[in-house]
């Protein structure tokens, strides 16, 4: 594990379409920072695996259900998904062609390169924001972790996706019934009355204790159908 006078070091630094985006090595641990905000890490994975399991647990039983993961990060929830023979098909929508890159060729294919052979496995590269407002497609889970919570977003221009047009956006993608799970560094009761607002219903939140501090948290509400 890193200590605290372990220098980070810098193993890519890219501009991307939405700014600066860095893979570090830290000790043991390999961290990606965006416009020198902190995302995530590969410490643990506890919180980002239960996001793929509570909202699983939260759909019914329909068979091979459609799961579209919102942020590829360092791989931790498609890998989980991927051991569930359960899931039917897998779609990550990631828009930092760094990221991608990193999991295709680069440090992080360690933990992801099965995944990413796996049959039921397509990653798109293009916003999330966007895809939700434009497609076609609808999917029986969205587990969205694009940011550090609806109330700490990465990008301005990731705001919408938790205020009423981007939830209407969510529900309209999701097929009748279907789960929007959403990552969060801490619990947000606001964000709950906006899944409420925005018609969602079984509005409810999991914590995930950490080793300091506030808990994350994974918002779950479901489609009406």
């Known amino acids: 594990m ?3 006078y372990d220098i980070p070091e810098v193993l890519d630094r890219r501009e991307g379409p939405y700014g600066e985006v860095v893979l570090r090595r830290h000790g ?6 965006a416009n020198g ?27 091979d259900p459609h799961v579209l993961i919102g942020g590829l990060g360092v791989g931790f929830s498609l ?14 929508v990631e828009r930092e062609p760094a990221i991608i890159d990193w999991h295709r060729a680069g440090p992080l294919s360690a933990l992801t ?25 609808t999917f029986d889970v969205l587990c969205l972790d694009i940011d550090n919570g609806p109330d700490w977003t990465v990008t ?7 205020a009423r047009t981007g939830l209407t956006s969510c529900a309209r993608v999701l097929k009748p019934g279907g789960v929007l799970a959403v990552w969060s560094a801490k619990p ?14 079984q509005v409810r939140t999991e914590e995930i204790p950490v080793a300091r ?4 948290a994974v918002h779950l509400a479901v489609r009406p159908g």
């Not at 043991?28 to 920072?33: A, N, R």
């Not at 301005?156 to 938790?162: A, I, K, R, T």
């Not at 501090?213 to 994350?216: H, L, N, R, S, T």
Request: hydrophobic share 40%; aromatic share 6%; charged share 25%.
């Open 2 to 4: 890193p200590t605290s």
């Open 28 to 33: 043991e641990l390999l961290q990606i920072i």
């Open 37 to 63: 905000c902190f995302l995530m890490d590969t410490s643990d994975g506890r919180s980002e695996r239960m996001l793929v399991d509570a909202a699983l647990a939260a759909l019914d039983d329909r068979p």
């Open 79 to 92: 890998a989980h998904a991927v051991a569930n023979p359960r899931w039917g098909r897998i779609t990550v």
């Open 113 to 137: 390169a099965k995944a990413l052979a796996d049959p039921r496995t397509n990653i798109l590269k293009t916003d999330l924001v966007e895809f939700v407002n434009e497609t076609c497609a």
């Open 156 to 162: 301005e221009s990731n705001g919408g996706l938790y």
């Open 188 to 201: 947000s009761p606001e964000f709950e009355q906006s899944l409420a607002n925005a018609g969602f219903q």
């Open 213 to 216: 501090g506030v808990p994350d």
